[in-house]
Every structure is written in structure tokens, then in C-alpha cells.
């Protein structure tokens, strides 16, 4: 095959982590945990299962940085990574819009009891 050039793989991370990279994924890490605590503690206060998809999304958040920094420091090769970002990626999405029908769901329920 003439004129077809090979696809080159592109790593993610540099040999030395920048400053202004880690700088960012601490700022990221310690968002989402925070936001992750919040949600903890709102679940602690109304036990739904919305609130639990809301926390396991936020938690997914948490995890995606964790994959990040294991790219960034070696441990993680670059195709896992990639993997495993898209992954959690579709956690997040999922439990959020599971979180969404069901808050509709249970409302809608609770709506219709009230009448």
C-alpha cells in the first residue's frame, strides 16, 4: 500500500511531569474529592438511591484523576489509560442519567400519591 503513512501512537504523558500539569491535576483531585465529601454527606442526609448514582458518578470523577496521575507517573501505560478514562467517562454518564430517571421516576410516584 503506496502513500499510506502508519498511525503513530501518541503518548500522554512527558518524561518529566510538568509543573503546571501536576498543579492542575491537584486542583482536580482536590475538587473532586471535595465535591465527592459533599456528596457523601448529602447521601448521609436523605438516603435515596438518586443521591447513591449521584456519589458513585462523583466518585467515578475521583477516579478518573487517580487514572490521570498513574498516567503521568508511569505506573499506567498510555492505551490503558486512554481505556480507562473513556471508561469512567461512561460511568459518570450513566449514573447520572440513572440518578435523573429515577429522582423522575420516584417523584412522578410520589406525585400521583399525593392527589
Not at 447513591?52 to 478518573?64: F, K
Request: proline share 4%.
Amino acid at each position: 500500500m503506496q502513500g499510506v503513512t502508519p498511525l503513530r501512537t501518541v503518548g500522554h504523558a512527558q518524561a518529566s511531569p510538568d509543573p503546571t500539569l501536576l498543579g492542575v491535576h491537584l486542583l482536580a483531585g482536590v475538587g473532586s474529592g471535595l465535591l465527592l465529601a459533599l456528596g457523601v454527606a448529602a447521601l448521609s442526609r436523605r438516603t435515596s438511591r438518586s443521591y447513591l448514582l449521584v456519589v458513585l458518578a462523583l466518585g467515578a470523577l475521583v477516579g478518573r484523576t487517580v487514572v490521570s496521575g498513574l498516567a503521568i507517573f508511569g505506573p499506567l501505560e498510555p492505551s490503558l489509560h486512554h481505556f480507562a478514562e473513556h471508561a469512567l467517562d461512561a460511568m459518570v454518564a450513566t449514573f447520572l442519567l440513572g440518578a435523573i430517571y429515577y429522582a423522575r421516576t420516584t417523584g412522578a410516584v410520589a406525585a400521583e400519591g399525593s392527589k
